[in-house]
C-alpha cells in the first residue's frame, strides 16, 4: 500500500486547511478509513473516521469543525478542517481505521495553526 498526505500547511487560529490522501491499495472501497495525527511528545492518535457506507466518526476534540470524507472512484481520502486551533497542530496520517503491526504509514502531511 503506497499512501500520499498532502495539504498541510502553516495557518493562524481560527483558519481553514483541507488535506488529502491517495491510495494505491485496490480494495480502498471496502475498508474504514481514517486520519490520524501525532503533536509533538505524544502518541498517535485517531482523528476521524469513515466506513465504506460513509458513516463517519470524529473524536470529540474536532467535532463540528472536522469533515473526513471519501471517494471511492477515485482512492482519495479528504479532510476539511474548520477553526484550527494551536491544538491542532501536528502531523497528519491517513491509513486504514483497522491497523496491525505490519501496517504501513506514509509521511504525512505537516499542520501547523500558530498566530
Known amino acids: 500500500v503506497q499512501l500520499v498526505e498532502s495539504g498541510g500547511g502553516l495557518v493562524q487560529p481560527g483558519e481553514s486547511l483541507r488535506l488529502s490522501c491517495s491510495f494505491s491499495?485496490?480494495?480502498?472501497?471496502?475498508?474504514?478509513m481514517a486520519w490520524y495525527r501525532q503533536a509533538p511528545g505524544k502518541q498517535r492518535e485517531l482523528v476521524a473516521d469513515?466506513?465504506?457506507?460513509?458513516?463517519?466518526y470524529n473524536i470529540n476534540a474536532v467535532k463540528d469543525r472536522f469533515t473526513i470524507s471519501r471517494d471511492n472512484a477515485k482512492n482519495t481520502l479528504d479532510l476539511q478542517m474548520n477553526n484550527l486551533k494551536s491544538e491542532d497542530t501536528g502531523l497528519y496520517y491517513c491509513?486504514?481505521?483497522?491497523?496491525?503491526?505490519?501496517?504501513?504509514w506514509g509521511q504525512g502531511t505537516q499542520v501547523t495553526v500558530s498566530s
Open positions: 491499495e485496490i480494495s480502498f472501497s471496502t475498508h474504514a
Open positions: 469513515i466506513a465504506p457506507d460513509g458513516r463517519t
Open positions: 491509513n486504514t481505521l483497522e491497523l496491525s503491526s505490519s501496517t504501513s
